[in-house]
């Protein structure tokens, strides 16, 4: 009979701390491809930092490279730029949608005119006057989901009109999702010197019941999304997973913007994305005990018919410089869309118009149509920056 070879205490600490140094090893191989320690960089961050780049200056690619830098739905960024000397036409990309997250289009729309406002701002500071025209007609009409449809066109002129202080906030402009400082109260008179435009109107809730109606309107309609299952899968096509993917794609939505905290950030780039049903559950969590009850103000942007091209348009314009002039002075602000979300698709599978009525109540003016809803309130932590995809992915 052959005795077992003896293992000495020896040996079993030499194998055990051999083990540990191969799982400690395969710990950091991993920490370290999911980006868990490290500062998003590379390429599809680069736009904020070469947005003014010498090579664009005076030239209508600089009014691009500003365009490439708006708030829009999801990260999608579903635009292309036609430029040529004297014009640029914004094409929205319809492929880039957002399918039952975005039915009609509206949001795509919203977030093309938050890069025309971008542009616009970017015209005078590079010697351009720009003159903005809205393609006509009616988002239902849009039937198709595969090409390019026109949105805008800016005819450029030359001009030696001073910039707008705006212009310089363009790349201090982040979705913030974090906790918002509730100690510190913010007035609606913060937002003074933006204007309501022709026919798109903005209404800010600092402290009233409204501002409590608002705030429960978008957390229900948060529940109902999630337990929209088509809606949540649509979504989740945009998330991405990890620095590989983000490389790639250069857009779509990634934990660093995901508003967690630093612990529960790196734990959760460091595990398995999670499916649509858990990310969105999480979502619903954070809309209801951070998002709503930690916003110093909640507001809405309406226009006269959410679903005609040239008014979503006009929205996203109002958005972005709303959300640029709270960069400027370091208010942190975030789209909280859900409300006007389930009113589309209400209207898409031919459900009573309970969400128009949800809203609407919290107006007190039915012949507004909300189509945006934010909040706003000062920053606890430093907010990180989404991908881009560059001027010459997006230039023809
Ligand atoms: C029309 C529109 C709707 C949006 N809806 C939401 C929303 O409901 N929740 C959210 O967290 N962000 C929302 N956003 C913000 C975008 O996700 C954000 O702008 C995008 O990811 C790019 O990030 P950035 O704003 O930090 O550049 C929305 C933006 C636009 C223009």
Same mark, same amino acid.
């Given at each position: 009979?052959?005795?077992? %070879?003896?293992?000495?205490?020896?040996?079993?600490?030499?194998?055990?701390?051999?083990?540990?140094?191969?799982?400690?090893?395969?710990?950091?191989?991993?920490?370290?491809? @999911?980006?868990?320690?490290?500062?998003?960089?590379?390429?599809?961050?680069?736009?904020?930092?070469?947005?003014?780049?010498?090579?664009?200056?005076?030239?209508?690619?600089?009014?691009?490279?500003?365009?490439?830098?708006?708030?829009? %739905?999801?990260?999608?960024?579903?635009?292309?730029?036609?430029?040529?000397?004297?014009?640029?036409?914004?094409?929205?990309?319809?492929?880039?949608?957002?399918?039952?997250?975005?039915?009609?289009?509206? +949001?795509?729309?919203?977030?093309?005119?938050?890069?025309?406002?971008?542009?616009?701002?970017?015209?005078?500071?590079?010697?351009?006057?720009?003159?903005?025209?809205?393609?006509?007609?009616?988002?239902?009409?849009?039937?198709?989901?595969?090409?390019?449809?026109?949105?805008?066109?800016?005819?450029?002129?030359?001009?030696?009109a001073a910039a707008d202080p705006l212009y310089d906030a363009i790349p201090r402009r982040h979705t913030d999702r974090n906790p918002y400082d509730h100690s510190r109260p913010l007035a609606a008179d913060a937002f003074a010197g933006v204007a309501d435009e022709d026919g798109v109107r903005m209404w800010l809730f600092d402290?009233?019941?409204?501002?409590?109606?608002?705030?429960?309107?978008?957390?229900?309609?948060?529940?109902?999304?999630?337990?929209?299952?088509?809606?949540?899968?649509?979504?989740?096509?945009?998330?991405?997973?990890?620095?590989?993917e983000i490389a790639r794609e250069k857009s779509g939505l990634a934990l660093d913007t995901a508003g967690l905290s630093p612990a529960l950030l790196a734990a959760a780039k460091f595990l398995p994305a999670l499916p649509a049903e858990q990310s969105h559950g999480a979502w619903l969590n954070q809309t209801r005990d951070t998002?709503?009850?930690?916003?110093?103000?909640?507001?809405?942007?309406?226009? @006269?018919?959410?679903?005609?091209?040239?008014?979503?348009?006009?929205?996203?314009?109002?958005?972005?410089?709303?959300?640029?002039?709270?960069?400027?002075?370091?208010?942190?602000?975030?789209?909280?869309?859900?409300?006007? +979300?389930?009113?589309?698709?209400?209207?898409?599978?031919?459900?009573?118009?309970?969400?128009?009525?949800?809203?609407?109540?919290?107006?007190?003016?039915?012949?507004?149509?909300?189509?945006?809803?934010? @909040?706003?309130?000062? %920053?606890?932590?430093?907010?990180?920056?989404?991908?881009?995809?560059?001027?010459?992915?997006?230039?023809?």
């Amino acid at each position: 009979m052959t005795q077992a %070879p003896k293992v000495t205490r020896r040996r079993f600490l030499e194998i055990g701390s051999g083990i540990t140094l191969v799982a400690a090893a395969g710990l950091l191989w991993r920490a370290n491809e @999911r980006g868990v320690f490290a500062e998003p960089t590379g390429e599809a961050y680069e736009p904020w930092s070469m947005w003014q780049a010498p090579g664009y200056a005076n030239t209508p690619l600089a009014l691009v490279a500003a365009g490439i830098l708006a708030s829009n %739905p999801h990260n999608t960024q579903p635009w292309i730029f036609r430029v040529s000397a004297t014009r640029i036409d914004i094409l929205a990309d319809t492929r880039r949608h957002l399918g039952t997250f975005d039915p009609y289009l509206r +949001e795509m729309h919203v977030g093309l005119g938050c890069a025309v406002e971008n542009m616009v701002l970017a015209a005078a500071a590079n010697g351009f006057s720009a003159e903005v025209a809205f393609a006509p007609g009616s988002l239902l009409d849009i039937a198709g989901r595969d090409g390019q449809v026109l949105a805008a066109t800016l005819r450029l002129s030359p001009s030696s009109a001073a910039a707008d202080p705006l212009y310089d906030a363009i790349p201090r402009r982040h979705t913030d999702r974090n906790p918002y400082d509730h100690s510190r109260p913010l007035a609606a008179d913060a937002f003074a010197g933006v204007a309501d435009e022709d026919g798109v109107r903005m209404w800010l809730f600092d402290g009233s019941a409204a501002r409590d109606r608002l705030g429960a309107a978008i957390i229900e309609a948060t529940e109902e999304i999630v337990a929209d299952e088509q809606m949540i899968e649509d979504s989740h096509d945009w998330f991405r997973d990890g620095p590989d993917e983000i490389a790639r794609e250069k857009s779509g939505l990634a934990l660093d913007t995901a508003g967690l905290s630093p612990a529960l950030l790196a734990a959760a780039k460091f595990l398995p994305a999670l499916p649509a049903e858990q990310s969105h559950g999480a979502w619903l969590n954070q809309t209801r005990d951070t998002h709503v009850p930690t916003a110093a103000l909640l507001g809405l942007i309406a226009t @006269r018919d959410r679903y005609d091209r040239p008014q979503a348009l006009a929205a996203g314009r109002l958005w972005q410089r709303l959300h640029l002039t709270g960069a400027a002075v370091g208010i942190s602000m975030h789209p909280l869309n859900q409300p006007v +979300e389930t009113i589309d698709r209400e209207l898409q599978l031919e459900r009573e118009a309970k969400s128009e009525v949800r809203l609407a109540s919290i107006t007190g003016d039915e012949s507004w149509q909300p189509t945006f809803v934010f @909040r706003a309130g000062y %920053p606890t932590r430093q907010v990180r920056l989404s991908a881009r995809r560059g001027v010459k992915e997006v230039t023809v």
